[in-house]
């Protein structure tokens, strides 16, 4: 691997909307964030994503983009992001953004005019056919429910969208829309932006027949997402993209790519991959669910720790992944990956240092440092999220009661994530004077940011050890570079794994059981790293794990 400047990076998301509100509308914003720089630098963050920050109906939360060159109103304005830019660079911080180029607004420009002449050249920025027999051309269901296919009033079209309605498809065949989308990127570079998190990337290229799939729900139709699987030729669009972007800035790229063929990575990610990283998303695939968020299986231990563990092992061969527990799009990872009995700030100090010193850029969500936790909650009209009211919808039909139905949107909804952070003890949680757009977790006088600050045994504090041990200057190559070796795996609690270059040795074990593990250590330990329960030393040639401890050690290599 040639060396590259975000290598050893540490990257942080902001969700906008719900990060931190300066002005009482109930809405995160710009100035909000441009307040917390600090806060975001002394957690030891090199790289901020924003989700997107674009002029937008809302209707997906700005991933439906109405212009890609103005920010939203809601968020503030331009003369906002360039302050944004500067003081992010004067912390010596990145900023990246959410490229989203699988599908615009509705409300955008390019849409509007192809609804208006119909056979006209904006007609072809997006994906307009004829249907078969007085139905759609296809029997696509779309990410978040119904058809793929909405018609184009006044005429015998279609239009696709894998997403909302609100959210056409652009059509990727077309060189005069590519060149639109190149032009609106370097735009962005130009600006001073370190890169983007590509949203939904994988999606680009369509099977232009657009064939019937075998029905797989009761509606009679076929999860859109299929055709992910079966399209060839992604990669020359995305070839095009970074070269004709991307590599003329050596901007960092992570695209949002799922369920990849172990033999496909090398053309995503390496020296020569269309982008700089990807997600690596195999610990939540696992419990997609056959239908839908109710009937996702459970996921025991050692399946999560084995799946996770034997990525870590495929993709060293090929470059470095981006890893997460949560995102904007997942509950949040302690509810998630933790029993009941971790949930814990001790448990979730040691879920996060297993996943923060895995070999991969790490990627901490916001909230995720103070160890913020889903919630369920009693009326379906408190979630605003699209896809949390279609999954409900669908846990309805199958015949889940209502609380049934709410308590998987406890556990699965997006919306999870999206709960506004939990500044402090004070009404809604230090995030707005307002009203909050999306309701406050109700344990925010116990988990808040302020309250952590103040005690040194906090997760908080504990994550600004973790990122620092991870950036010293004498760890700082067996982190970034180390290969992962997975070890103790024959037991049926225990995570473990070294990190090792030609001349260090880390390891890194964690007891998720409830009872203490106690076994032998395989190398004379020089050091201890980091522990969850400040522990100093071990006994000698014992590596001794209490329930939900973590402990890192510097070994003999
Ligand atoms: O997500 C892409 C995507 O595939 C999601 O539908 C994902 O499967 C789902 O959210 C899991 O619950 C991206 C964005 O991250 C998401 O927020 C957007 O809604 C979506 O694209 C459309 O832009
Ligand atoms: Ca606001």
């Known amino acids: 691997m040639t060396e590259k400047w975000w290598h050893d990076k540490i ?34 963050i090199d790289i901020i994503w924003l989700s997107p920050i674009y002029k937008s109906p809302f209707v997906d939360q700005g991933y439906d983009i109405s212009d890609y060159y103005a920010i939203a109103e809601e968020f503030g304005t331009m003369e906002e992001f360039d302050e944004l830019l500067a003081e992010a660079k004067k912390r010596n911080m990145h900023i990246i953004m959410d490229l989203v180029i699988n599908h615009c607004s509705d409300k955008h420009e390019w849409f509007q005019k192809a609804l208006a002449d119909p056979d006209g050249e904006y007609a072809d920025y997006f994906y307009f056919r004829k249907g078969k027999n007085g139905n759609p051309p296809s029997n696509y269901r779309s990410y978040f429910g119904g058809s793929c296919w909405e018609p184009v009033p006044g005429t015998d079209k279609y239009y696709f ?13 077309n060189p005069k829309l590519r060149q639109e989308l190149y032009n609106m990127i ?122 996770i563990l034997s990525s870590q092992i495929n993709v060293q061969k090929y470059g470095l992944e981006a890893n997460i527990i949560e995102n904007h799009d997942e509950p949040r990872g302690v509810s998630r990956f933790l029993p009941k009995y971790a949930q814990t700030p001790v448990g979730t100090k040691m879920l996060g240092t ?42 309805r039909e199958a015949g889940l009661s209502d609380t049934e139905a709410l308590e998987v949107c406890g556990k699965m909804s997006r919306d999870n994530a999206r709960t506004p952070v939990q500044w402090n003890a004070q009404v809604n949680a230090g995030f707005t004077t307002g009203t909050p757009w999306l309701k406050v977790h109700s344990d925010y ?8 600050e103040k005690d040194p045994d906090s997760v908080l504090n504990y994550y600004r050890k973790l990122t620092a041990i991870r950036k010293a200057p004498e760890y700082k190559e067996v982190f970034t570079y180390g290969k992962t070796v997975p070890t103790y795996q024959d037991s049926e609690t225990v995570m473990a794994y070294y990190r090792e270059t030609k001349s260090q040795r880390i390891l890194v074990a964690a007891n998720f059981g409830r009872e203490t593990v106690s076994t032998k250590l395989e190398y004379p330990v020089k050091k201890v790293l980091l522990s969850n329960q400040n522990h100093t030393d071990c006994p000698e040639g014992m590596l001794k794990l209490d329930s939900c401890e973590v402990i890192v050690l510097e070994c003999e290599k």
């Open 354 to 395: 297993v996943n923060i010193l895995l070999r991969g850029i790490p990627f901490i969500y916001q909230g995720q440092e103070i160890g913020m936790q889903n919630e369920i909650w009693n009326d379906i009209h408190d979630y605003n999220d699209i896809s949390t009211i279609d999954q409900y919808k669908l846990a």
């Open 11 to 44: 990257a942080y998301q902001i969700y906008p909307k719900s990060f931190l509100d300066s002005n009482g509308d109930g809405i995160g914003d710009l100035r909000g964030i441009i307040s917390k720089l600090d806060y975001i630098k002394a957690l030891g």
């Open 186 to 307: 370097n735009w962005w570079l130009e600006k001073g932006l370190a890169g983007f998190r590509i949203d939904a990337i994988i999606n680009i290229k369509k099977d232009l027949a657009f064939p019937d799939y075998e029905p797989d729900g009761p509606d009679g139709m076929a999860a859109c997402w299929k055709m992910v699987e079966n399209v060839d030729g992604v990669g020359e669009f995305l070839e095009d993209l970074k070269k004709n972007t991307f590599q003329k800035h050596d901007a960092f790229t992570v695209g949002e790519v799922f369920n990849m063929k172990a033999d496909e990575l090398g053309q995503f990610i390496g020296d020569n991959g269309h982008f700089s990283t990807i997600f690596d998303f195999c610990a939540h695939s696992l419990s997609d669910g056959a239908h839908g968020w109710y009937d996702a299986p459970h996921v025991d231990f050692k399946t999560w720790r084995d799946t």
């Open 161 to 173: 969208h894998m997403f909302a309605k609100e959210q056409p498809d652009l059509n990727w065949e």
């Open 445 to 452: 006088k116990e988990i808040n940011v302020a309250a952590q």
